[in-house]
């Protein structure tokens, strides 16, 4: 069955330490996203792509980064820079950018991110 | 620039009864309007869309949605309520055009009573 995942389901990480939430997708579509959700906060846009090697900032970047070598992964980091990590993640993906057509988000089942 | 309301945190109602959540958005035209719902702990699936057309959309697990122009709203209803409805449940709009992705509302949260 074609869909996203995202691995691992929950991470642990020290204060100061960069880490990589993955996120893979086999349903070949073009554009994938990251979001951030906190509580009482719906989901707030991270980075978006819409090809591979393109990349876009959304509305809170800062303290994260994205790379997109291959249609089907993109991968966030989060850096020691991100003053408040601890966050639940969700990556997703559309067969092209929602704005241009029938082409809703499908999402992947979420990374839980808890810095100490 | 866009946004999404969902004035409701929380909803309780009980098995059997009639839902309906509210959305508000702000927009200069007509947006694409999406609702999802979420479980605890996993991702969001989508009930519905609306693009175009005719403004009463159906969706997955009986639930419908109404688009009022008039009113900037997009409200979720379902005429029956089941206890496997419990979740949360987030309203989110895109601009026609726009290559950037959704902006959603701050949610609202059922709980369902037996």
């Known amino acids: 069955d074609g869909g996203i995942t995202q691995s691992p389901k929950y991470l642990f990480r020290k204060e100061g330490q960069n880490v990589t939430l993955s996120c893979e997708q086999n349903?070949?579509?073009?554009?994938m996203y990251w979001y951030r959700q906190d509580p009482g906060q719906g989901l707030r846009l991270i980075y978006y792509s819409q090809i591979v090697n393109d990349f876009q900032k959304g509305d809170i970047a800062e303290g994260y980064s994205v790379s997109r070598e291959k249609k089907e992964s993109f991968p966030l980091t989060v850096t020691s820079a991100q003053k408040n990590p601890t966050a639940f993640y969700l990556c997703a993906s559309s067969t092209r950018p929602t704005g241009t057509g029938n082409s809703p988000l499908h999402f992947g089942n979420g990374t839980r991110l808890t810095v100490t | 620039a866009q946004s999404v309301t969902q004035p409701d945190i929380h909803i309780t109602v009980s098995e059997g009864a009639s839902l309906e959540l509210r959305c508000n958005y702000s927009?200069?035209?007509?947006?694409?309007l999406f609702w999802y719902v979420q479980s605890p702990g996993q991702g969001l699936q989508l009930l519905l869309k609306?693009?175009?057309?005719?403004?009463l959309v159906q969706g997955i697990k009986g639930f419908e949605a109404e688009f009022k122009r008039s009113q900037s709203s997009f409200n979720l209803r379902k005429p029956s309520v089941h206890w496997s409805d419990a979740a949360e449940y987030f309203c989110?709009?895109?601009?026609?055009?726009?290559?950037?992705?959704?902006?959603f509302g701050s949610g609202t949260q059922l709980t369902v009573l037996p």
């Open positions: 927009y200069g035209a007509t947006p694409y």
């Open positions: 349903l070949n579509h073009d554009a």
């Open positions: 609306y693009f175009s057309g005719d403004t």
């Open positions: 989110a709009v895109a601009s026609p055009g726009s290559a950037r992705q959704l902006t």
